[in-house]
């Protein structure tokens, strides 16, 4: 979330950095709005003051000896009564007029960073870097053609229990879901990440502190009798492990990893990837999620974003690493690095993770501080994805495919699923 006082101060400032999204925005109410807070706030204040200072007077003149019932003390004290009316009265406006502008600024997304590059969707990204070799050519199998002739998914049994866009995993694609998590997290639990295993449903305050609400929330699956909701990603749950928290500075950064099943109505997202693994109601992830000091956010950046690729690297699949333009930044974000797997089969690359800086965005929204003496701040705090399971599991499939119909898995990812090579029924 943005800070109003931002809005009342330099509004200029976030209008531009709103159009820098493709987003033009008049904040002259915001801002008129923000003032008037700002004047109720000094007005309370003041009387608060003068109130404490009549109780002080009242204090003083009983302890000289004077009457407590006496018409100068009474009078005093309803002078003081008079006093708290008014700071009431005032209390109960600015609670109205901080709800106003709190709403109104729910909807705002966050400003890009300086860094990001100007542009208006996907085909205005940046590439960063490359690595690995690209197998290209004719003949290799898409992944969901591959999975379903070894007999690793099933979708028309998953439409019996559920809907489209969801699948069932049998046998050997079961296995490798399963070796694929542990794999991912065994590798970051040694760089030193905090195991999470974090409650699947989730509330409101939860989804609003994240930023997935209230913008996003015909993408999530709601439960209608409770305040829960399905998590669309770990990233609302962890943000939330400190919700209304001040967190010592000497424990920063905290790096906490967690695999969570994830779950997105995909609204708006008709006929797109509607066979395999790419984009479904429900799948799996691997989350890595940071709370850094502000000093530190440009350089944790690149670090989480080098502990997401080194999940790639080891299982020897090539990637490209993307910046995202202004257009193509996700709501909470500042500055965000997608990770592109290749596909051989699909003759393309595609995002297996996004690496994301929200400098305060989500620690205002849910009050998440640090405080080193005195001085007490909002954290930043910093996702990525490391990896998303189904995409990685297409990736293997497609680029260890064989002639005879097996698959041959990375090596390192053997000692997890006991066999070298995905292989044909018999």
């Given at each position: 979330?943005?800070?109003?006082?931002?809005?009342?101060?330099?509004?200029?400032?976030?209008?531009?950095?709103?159009?820098?999204?493709?987003?033009?925005?008049?904040?002259?109410?915001?801002?008129?709005?923000?003032?008037?807070?700002?004047?109720?706030?000094?007005?309370?204040?003041?009387?608060?003051?003068?109130?404490?200072?009549?109780?002080?007077?009242?204090?003083?003149?009983?302890?000289?000896?004077?009457?407590?019932?006496?018409?100068?003390?009474?009078?005093?004290?309803?002078?003081?009564?008079?006093?708290?009316?008014?700071?009431?009265?005032?209390?109960?406006?600015?609670?109205?007029?901080?709800?106003?502008?709190?709403?109104?600024?729910?909807?705002?997304?966050?400003?890009?960073?300086?860094?990001?590059?100007?542009?208006?969707?996907?085909?205005?990204?940046?590439?960063?870097?490359?690595?690995?070799?690209?197998?290209?050519?004719?003949?290799?199998?898409?992944?969901?053609?591959?999975?379903?002739?070894?007999?690793?998914?099933?979708?028309?049994?998953s439409v019996r229990i559920a809907k489209s866009?969801?699948?069932?995993?049998?046998?050997?694609?079961?296995?490798?879901?399963?070796?694929?998590?542990?794999?991912?997290?065994?590798?970051?639990?040694?760089?030193?990440?905090?195991?999470?295993?974090?409650?699947?449903?989730?509330?409101?305050?939860?989804?609003?502190?994240?930023?997935?609400?209230?913008?996003?929330?015909?993408?999530?699956?709601?439960?209608?009798?409770?305040?829960?909701?399905?998590?669309?990603?770990?990233?609302?749950?962890?943000?939330?492990?400190?919700?209304?928290?001040?967190?010592?500075?000497?424990?920063?950064?905290?790096?906490?990893?967690?695999?969570?099943?994830?779950?997105?109505?995909?609204a708006g997202s008709y006929g797109r990837d509607?066979?395999?693994?790419?984009?479904?109601?429900?799948?799996?992830?691997?989350?890595?999620?940071?709370?850094?000091?502000?000093?530190?956010?440009?350089?944790?950046?690149?670090?989480?974003?080098?502990?997401?690729?080194?999940?790639?690297?080891?299982?020897?699949?090539?990637?490209?690493?993307?910046?995202?333009?202004?257009?193509?930044?996700?709501?909470?974000?500042?500055?965000?690095?997608?990770?592109?797997?290749?596909?051989?089969?699909?003759?393309?690359?595609?995002?297996?993770?996004?690496?994301?800086?929200?400098?305060?965005?989500?620690?205002?929204?849910?009050?998440?501080?640090?405080?080193?003496?005195?001085?007490?701040?909002?954290?930043?705090?910093?996702?990525?994805?490391?990896?998303?399971?189904?995409?990685?599991?297409?990736?293997?499939?497609?680029?260890?495919?064989?002639?005879?119909?097996?698959?041959?898995?990375?090596?390192?990812?053997?000692?997890?699923?006991?066999d070298k090579q995905l292989k044909p029924a018999?």
């Open positions: 979330m943005l800070d109003h006082r931002q809005v009342r101060e330099n509004p200029t400032l976030i209008e531009k950095g709103l159009i820098r999204r493709g987003i033009k925005v008049d904040l002259t109410s915001l801002k008129l709005d923000s003032q008037k807070l700002n004047q109720i706030e000094q007005q309370r204040n003041q009387l608060q003051a003068e109130g404490n200072e009549v109780g002080k007077e009242v204090g003083k003149k009983i302890k000289d000896g004077i009457n407590p019932n006496s018409e100068e003390i009474t009078l005093l004290r309803n002078k003081g009564n008079e006093i708290k009316k008014k700071v009431n009265l005032l209390e109960e406006e600015e609670k109205e007029l901080a709800k106003l502008i709190q709403e109104q600024i729910l909807h705002l997304p966050n400003i890009p960073d300086l860094s990001c590059p100007n542009g208006n969707d996907e085909s205005d990204n940046l590439q960063i870097r490359t690595w690995g070799n690209t197998l290209r050519g004719e003949g290799y199998k898409e992944h969901w053609e591959i999975a379903e002739n070894l007999g690793l998914i099933d979708t028309d049994r866009r969801f699948v069932t995993l049998f046998n050997q694609g079961a296995r490798l879901e399963r070796s694929l998590i542990n794999f991912m997290l065994d590798i970051h639990t040694s760089k030193g990440y905090t195991e999470v295993l974090p409650p699947a449903l989730v509330n409101t305050a939860s989804l609003q502190g994240s930023g997935q609400l209230p913008k996003f929330s015909d993408e999530s699956f709601r439960c209608s009798e409770d305040d829960l909701w399905l998590t669309p990603t770990a990233e609302v749950p962890l943000t939330s492990l400190h919700r209304d928290e001040i967190i010592p500075h000497e424990k920063l950064p905290i790096k906490y990893v967690a695999y969570s099943p994830c779950f997105r109505r995909e509607t066979r395999g693994l790419i984009r479904l109601h429900q799948f799996n992830k691997v989350e890595l999620y940071w709370f850094v000091h502000p000093d530190k956010s440009k350089d944790a950046h690149e670090e989480i974003t080098s502990d997401a690729e080194s999940i790639l690297k080891a299982l020897e699949l090539p990637y490209r690493v993307i910046q995202l333009c202004t257009g193509d930044l996700g709501f909470s974000a500042s500055c965000t690095y997608d990770l592109e797997v290749w596909l051989p089969g699909a003759n393309t690359f595609r995002e297996i993770s996004s690496s994301s800086i929200c400098d305060d965005f989500q620690a205002r929204r849910s009050s998440i501080r640090t405080k080193s003496g005195k001085k007490t701040q909002l954290v930043h705090t910093l996702n990525a994805s490391g990896l998303a399971i189904g995409r990685t599991m297409a990736a293997i499939l497609e680029n260890g495919q064989q002639p005879d119909g097996s698959v041959t898995l990375p090596e390192a990812l053997v000692p997890y699923f006991g018999k």
